[in-house]
């Protein structure tokens, strides 16, 4: 079985570190899949959801992700972002919530800054209640 060491390490803590026998990313371009034996690169992330299989009978893990990077080195991928959760841990009232602050900050006049800093608020809150969407129990 071909695998590969993985870490996901997010500003607050190390969200994984393990083995990993595929893993796919939000690149700006689209998605990308690694596999073992990667070329080395760096590749910028968006926010999104990973997928990560620890072997090859197992389901995909999912994981939702701010932006960052993944470096990928010697059979080594390291994903540093700024935030990392589990769908099943997202609060969808809260991110509902998070949602509409974002899209009334984006109807006020504000510096290139903050208009920058909206945006990416708004961009964590849709991927956030886009993956909470799939795990509320109805």
């Known amino acids: ?15 994984y570190d393990g083995k990993c026998t595929a893993l ?24 999104g959801e990973v997928r990560c299989r620890t072997d090859e009978s197992s389901d995909w893990k999912k994981a939702v992700v701010g932006v960052g990077f993944v470096h990928i080195a010697n059979n080594r991928v390291t994903m540093l972002v700024d935030t990392a959760e589990r769908p099943e841990d997202i609060d969808a009232v ?7 602050r974002a899209v009334e900050q984006l ?15 708004l961009a964590r809150a849709m991927a956030r209640l886009k993956e909470a969407g799939k795990y509320e129990i109805r």
């Open 107 to 121: 109807r006020q006049k504000q510096s290139i800054q903050e208009y920058h800093m909206s945006r990416a608020s």
């Open 24 to 47: 796919i990313i939000p690149a700006l371009d689209g998605e990308r899949e690694i596999l073992a034996h990667h070329e080395n690169m760096v590749i910028a992330t968006k926010e």
């Open 94 to 100: 809260r991110a509902k919530q998070a949602y509409e």
């Open 1 to 15: 079985m071909n695998t590969f060491s993985l870490k996901v390490i997010a500003t607050d803590k190390v969200f």
